[in-house]
Structure formats: structure tokens, C-alpha cells
Nanobody, 118 residues
Framework: QVQLMESGGGLVQAGESLRLSCAASGSFSSINAVGWYRQAPGKQRELVAR???????NYADSVKGRFTISRENAKNTVYLQMNGLKPEDTAVYYCYAEVYIRGYYGYWGQGTQVTVSS
């Protein structure tokens, strides 16, 4: 069983910063791709940022230059540094990880709420 535990969400004012963390635990050989997604009320879940095992990244256009995804392999942890937050960033943020257990499998975290007030 693989678990992803997110933390770091909260209520902030526009222009402030937050850092989300996602720690993976359980029995797996390695973590391949990791990513952060978000879902605002009444909207579909969307990709925010993704990092492949080679370190390459891609971001949603709406967060480029403001958000940064990073990972600490020794701790099986992925981060999302969010700067210059805007009210439209308000959503539940989900961590995603593709882990290797005799094959690649994707897992989701439970989500953490980020609310940005104007």
C-alpha cells in the first residue's frame, strides 16, 4: 500500500506564498513522475505542475513564473512552492505520484485546501 500525505495548505492573502509538501510512504521501489493538480469548485481537476524522473518539468500557463515544483528523493517528498498567490489559485490541491512496484502505478493524495483572499 502506498500513501501520499499532503500538508501546507491554508488561507492566505493575495500576493503571499505557501509551500505544499507531499510525502510518499509504503512499499515501492522508486518514484517516477510526480505532480500537483488542483480542483476548484465546479471545475475539473487540472494539472498545475509535473516533474519527471529526469528532473524535467512542465507547468500550467497560469502558474508559470510563480510556482515551482521540486522533489527530495531521499525523503520521497515533493514540494510545490507557490509565490504571488491570486484568488483564482483557490482550490483543493492534490499530489500525484507514479511509483514502481513491479510496474508503474499512480497514486493520489487526499488533497489540501488552498484559499487565497483578495
Amino acid at each position: 500500500q502506498v500513501q501520499l500525505m499532503e500538508s501546507g495548505g491554508g488561507l492566505v492573502q493575495a500576493g503571499e506564498s505557501l509551500r505544499l509538501s507531499c510525502a510518499a510512504s509504503g512499499s515501492f521501489s522508486s518514484i517516477n513522475a510526480v505532480g500537483w493538480y488542483r480542483q476548484a469548485p465546479g471545475k475539473q481537476r487540472e494539472l498545475v505542475a509535473r516533474m519527471r524522473s529526469d528532473g524535467s518539468t512542465n507547468y500550467a500557463d497560469s502558474v508559470k513564473g510563480r510556482f515551482t515544483i521540486s522533489r527530495e528523493n531521499a525523503k520521497n517528498t515533493v514540494y510545490l512552492q507557490m509565490n504571488g498567490l491570486k484568488p483564482e489559485d483557490t482550490a483543493v490541491y492534490y499530489c500525484y505520484a507514479e511509483v514502481y512496484i513491479r510496474g508503474y502505478y499512480g497514486y493520489w493524495g487526499q488533497g489540501t485546501q488552498v484559499t487565497v483572499s483578495s
